[in-house]
């Protein structure tokens, strides 16, 4: 928002998801609607400006110092999914081309509102034995 940070980003997917967790919902103010970007096709300028949080045992967020802008969800346990970065679809200048491909956590969701159309939904038994965190460890 304040420019501080900026980023380029290479193969961008077509497809982002939702994710419901309460996590992401305080981080955000509802869902966060965001892109997998793998970590080798981001390059940051700003970097000063980027403050992180060890936001679970599992993973960590990003956001500009400055403006307070969340910047990304990254995994940080060892696995398949600690390679991409989750960049909230609103850092990007252009959207177009661009569609919901699944919800995580869609046990979490609030009744208040709803995705329209057919895509992957998961709960969070299933998202949490993707990243091998037993659920009795939360």
Same mark, same amino acid.
Do not use: Q
């Given at each position: 928002m304040c420019g501080a940070v900026s980023f380029t980003a290479k193969d961008v997917p077509d497809v982002f998801g939702a994710?419901?967790?309460?996590?992401?919902?305080?981080?955000? /103010?509802?869902? $966060?609607?965001a892109v997998t970007v793998p970590g080798s096709g981001l390059t940051w300028t700003g970097e000063a400006h980027i403050r992180t949080l060890q936001s679970?045992?599992?993973?960590e967020r990003a956001w500009c110092q400055r403006c307070g802008s969340g910047l990304y969800y990254h995994?940080?346990?060892?696995?398949p999914m600690s390679e991409g970065y989750e960049i909230p679809i609103g850092l990007f200048d252009n959207l177009? /081309?661009?569609? $919901?491909?699944?919800?995580?956590?869609?046990?979490?969701?609030?009744e208040a509102f709803a995705f329209a159309g057919e895509h992957k939904r998961l709960t969070r038994s299933e998202?949490?034995?993707?990243?091998?965190?037993?659920?009795?460890?939360?």
């Open positions: 994710c419901h967790c309460e996590m992401c919902r305080r981080w955000t /103010g509802s869902a $966060l609607l679970s045992d599992w993973a995994v940080t346990a060892e696995g177009d /081309g661009m569609s $919901l491909g699944s919800e995580i956590y869609i046990d979490h969701k609030p998202i949490l034995s993707k990243l091998g965190v037993p659920e009795e460890n939360l």
